[in-house]
């Protein structure tokens, strides 16, 4: 799928806070906390108290709250090499407050139905990210990246997703088969799946995962020399599967034997793919210097570039292209009607904001941050 398809479909703020790439080949390493405590934001609210933000019928909404939820943008942004600029935070900050809120007061209007809707979908949002993590251990160290667990995950996904669904049923929303296929027949570019490619991969660092500074030569000489006797093992015939659970220092494939996910142009960095793209099937590469490191790659197989059918399952989801061209236009539909059933609901639940700044700058937040994105 093009990139532009990725777009139409926003994932869920919780998800966006955790769903890191596990390859290092890709990104930075997730960053590290300089805190002993396994929750930054614990430490935070001993030192300085967890006073409301916000608060209404039947819920508060505390500082440790908006302070979990900033630290994993910042995490998320950090591993992907970007800042936010202190100008953007304070606006960021207001979008989420005021997205925690929307949350809480859509729970008080939920149904069983709505309630088994929002864990049908958190059960497959949190299977997606397990995914794409690429294991359990890479997943639990992305969660505590930003001081969460799987248990918090889960409670804050299932919440979002229940309150997208009371949302939706509130306001009447419907999709038929054949608004779904029109836009499909009216937007095709948007299904066009590019060339991909899967392998397995050894990396051997010759920076600190921590810091990201350089090694010092001799340092980086040690790894060269030992990726290069990896190589001469693997060109010898040794199993490629166990050399990288034994030796690769990537994090989030060792556990899978070196195994990434697929990926496609312009996802890895250029001279990890162009080694990848140029390869024949379960050949295996020269060293393959990057700035994380030396790599040897495997390719396990390639995919061809083609256009999805509507009854084809989106990467790494139990979802087919139909479901996600679903709750785009749903979204679309609660965009535009969402606003004034949000507004009456905050009325009536008596919400105040009890921060200055965050009352100011939800104040000034545009009509469409009203309407929740549609988890996928």
Do not use: C, W
């Not at 292209?321 to 785009?328: A, H």
């Not at 965009?335 to 059933?341: F, G, H, I, T």
Request: net charge neutral; charged share 25%; hydrophobic share 40%.
């Amino acid at each position: 799928m093009k990139n532009k398809m990725k777009l139409i479909f926003p994932a869920t703020l919780v998800a966006a806070l955790i769903a890191l790439p596990s390859a290092m080949a890709a990104t930075a390493p997730a960053p590290t906390t300089t805190t002993t405590n396994a929750k930054p934001v614990n430490a935070m609210t001993a030192l300085f108290g967890d006073p409301v933000m916000a608060k209404g019928k039947g819920f508060e909404i505390k500082q440790s709250e908006m302070d979990q939820v900033v630290t994993g943008i910042k995490s998320a942004a950090a591993a992907h090499n970007e800042n936010i600029p202190a100008e953007q935070l304070n606006g960021i900050k207001a979008q989420m407050l005021n997205r925690l809120i929307q949350i809480q007061i859509l729970l008080q209007q939920s149904t069983d139905a709505d309630k088994l809707e929002g864990k049908k979908k958190a059960d497959t949002q949190i299977a997606a990210l397990l995914a794409r993590a690429g294991s359990q251990e890479a997943f639990e160290r992305q969660l505590k990246a930003v001081g969460m667990n799987l248990d918090e995950l889960r409670t804050k996904i299932t919440q979002e997703a229940t309150a997208t669904a009371t949302l939706t049923r509130a306001l009447g929303i419907n999709v038929t088969d054949a608004e779904v296929k029109q836009y499909y027949d009216t937007h095709p570019a948007d299904f066009e799946q590019p060339e991909s490619v899967k392998v397995q991969h050894i990396l051997m660092l010759t920076i600190n995962p921590t810091t990201r500074a350089p090694l010092s030569d001799d340092q980086v000489k040690a790894k060269r020399a030992q990726i290069d006797d990896i190589l001469k093992k693997v060109k010898a015939g040794e199993d490629f599967s166990k050399l990288a659970t034994q030796y690769s220092e990537d994090p989030g494939s060792k556990e899978k034997g070196g195994e990434l996910p697929a990926f496609s142009h312009g996802d890895m960095v250029p001279e990890f793919e162009a080694a990848a793209f140029s390869m024949k099937t379960n050949s295996i590469s020269e060293v393959i210097t990057t700035a994380y490191g030396y790599h040897v790659i495997k390719l396990l197989d390639k995919t061809p570039a083609k256009k999805l059918a509507l009854t084809d399952k989106v990467p790494m989801s139990d979802l087919t292209i139909s479901d996600k061209i679903k709750d785009y236009l749903v979204q679309q539909k609660t965009q535009k009607l969402a606003p004034v059933y949000l507004e009456n609901l905050k009325k009536t639940a008596n919400v105040e904001i009890l921060d200055a700044d965050m009352k100011a700058a939800i104040a000034a937040l545009p009509a469409a941050t009203n309407a929740p994105a549609e988890a996928p």
